[in-house]
């Protein structure tokens, strides 16, 4: 043997080797498995994003559509009645049924009977996809995280009387319509965010979807995703109709 050789006790046998090879192989799958988790896992946020956008979008045209047909405004936080009167024990969601094809459950309900009374409670039990989050944890469930605020300078009025866009002092592209909260209730129940300018605002979001921010309808119409960081003020007016500030999105 040469001075230059390796002994035979400084040489890896040939099992140490492919012990060594396996566990480098381990090692690549292990973190080729974690980085395509993380993939699949940013792709499926991103579908649900898009999909909660594609609702909120579903249930502004429904609302507009609602107000062009009556000609009185958009409604909420209630549906009214067989009289045209508020009833406040039904949501809002109940008279935009028609407008998002769920014709066959609106004509169940009794509009002057509460949303669980009864008669109606086979028929507000029903599971709506369009109504639901995406990332609900059970589909069966006829719960909704799309609410609104009423009351305290909100679009909506707590007496429930249909709201003109062409009577939003800010401009309907300032000011929220619809909000994902990070509550679900059931979608015919009246349990909308009462608001004044100093009641806490409620949690916004689901952290499923984006831990960044929550999707908004605007009253215009259009959807847009509200970041967490944005300062409280900015997005109380976007809450409130007529506070002059008009605050943008980022």
Known sequence: MTAGDDSPSERPSGHLKVVMILAAVVLVSVAAAVLL?????????????MKGMGNLKQLSLAAHNYAQTHEDGIIGP????????????????VGLLPYIEMDNVYRLIDMNQPWDSPKNAPATA???????????PDATKP??????????????????TPVKLTEVPDGTSNTILFVH?????????PQEFAYTPATPLPPLGSRG???EGFNVAMADGSVRFVRHAIAEADLRSLIEKADGRGAGIE
């Not at 988790?37 to 994003?49: E, P, Y």
């Not at 029903?126 to 609900?136: E, K, M, N």
């Not at 909260?181 to 129940?189: G, H, N, T």
């Open 37 to 49: 988790v993380r993939q699949v896992n940013t792709v499926r946020a991103a579908a649900q994003r």
């Open 181 to 189: 909260a990070s509550e679900a209730v059931p979608w015919a129940k």
């Open 143 to 160: 719960d909704t995280p799309y609410r609104v605020f009423y009351g305290g300078g909100a679009l909506f009025e707590a007496d429930g």
């Open 209 to 211: 979807i984006s831990k």
């Open 126 to 136: 029903v599971a709506i996809r369009h109504l639901q989050s995406p990332d609900t």
């Open 78 to 93: 209630y549906s009214p009645d067989l009289t045209g009167a508020m009833n406040p024990d039904l949501s809002f969601r």
